[in-house]
C-alpha cells in the first residue's frame, strides 16, 4: 500500500500529466562585466529538469558551462608582436532554485526562473615567443564560487510532448579567489524540452 502511494505521489495523476520538463539550452554568453579582457561571445549549454510545486511555480535544477576565450583582436596583437598568446575560463556549475510556468497547453506561454548553486571557474592562460619558441610563465587557477543565475522567455509548443524556447539569462558570479569581484554573464539562449 505505501509503495503504490509512493508511486503515486512521484509519478502523479493523469490530471498533472506532463508537469515534469527536460531541456537543452545553448546560446552566446556575453561578459558584462568583471571578467576584465574576456568581452567576446562565448558559447554556452546546459541541460535542466523542472517539475511542479503548486500551479504555475514549480522548482529547477539545471548543469551546464560557459567556456570563455581570449578575444580574437588580443591573440592578434600578440601574433604582430611575435607572442603566440591564449587563456581560456571555462565557468561550470550546477544549480537549483525556482521556476514559475503554467502547465503545458496553448501555443506559447512564458516563464521565468531564478536558480543560486555552486559554480566552478577555471582559468588557465599562456604565453609562447615565436621568436625562440621559449614559453613564459603560464598560470592557472580554479575556485569554486556562489552564483546566481535569472531568466525569463517564452516558449512555444512544436506539437506534442515537444517545446522550442526562447530566453534571455543573466549569471553572475564570484570571479578570482581571494577577491570581492562578481562577473557577469548575459546569454540570449535557445532551448528544446519535452514534458513527460
Do not use: K
Not at 514559475?100 to 592562460?125: F, I, K
Not at 564570484?174 to 548575459?186: D, F, K, L, M, Q
Amino acid at each position: 500500500m505505501e509503495v503504490a502511494a509512493t508511486a503515486f505521489v512521484l509519478v502523479g495523476s493523469a490530471a498533472s500529466a506532463q508537469d515534469f520538463r527536460v531541456g537543452v539550452t545553448t546560446g552566446a554568453a556575453v561578459p558584462v562585466g568583471g571578467i576584465g579582457y574576456f568581452h567576446e561571445p562565448a558559447l554556452s549549454l546546459a541541460a535542466w529538469l523542472t517539475g511542479p510545486f503548486r500551479g504555475a511555480a514549480g522548482w529547477r535544477a539545471e548543469v551546464g558551462v560557459v567556456r570563455l576565450h581570449l578575444p580574437a583582436r588580443d591573440r592578434f596583437w600578440c601574433a604582430a608582436a611575435g607572442f603566440f598568446c591564449d587563456a581560456n575560463v571555462p565557468v561550470g556549475f550546477v544549480a537549483g532554485g525556482f521556476q514559475l510556468e503554467p502547465r503545458p497547453g496553448g501555443v506559447w506561454a512564458p516563464y521565468g526562473y531564478l536558480t543560486a548553486g555552486l559554480y566552478r571557474v577555471t582559468a588557465s592562460a599562456e604565453v609562447v615567443d615565436l621568436r625562440d619558441g621559449s614559453t613564459q610563465p603560464s598560470i592557472a587557477w580554479s575556485d569554486n564560487a556562489f552564483g546566481v543565475a535569472a531568466g525569463a522567455g517564452v516558449r512555444v509548443a512544436l506539437g506534442g510532448r515537444w517545446t522550442v524556447r526562447a530566453e534571455l539569462r543573466y549569471s553572475g558570479f564570484a570571479w578570482r579567489p581571494g577577491t570581492e569581484n562578481w562577473a557577469s554573464v548575459v546569454t540570449p539562449a535557445v532551448s528544446l524540452s519535452a514534458s513527460f
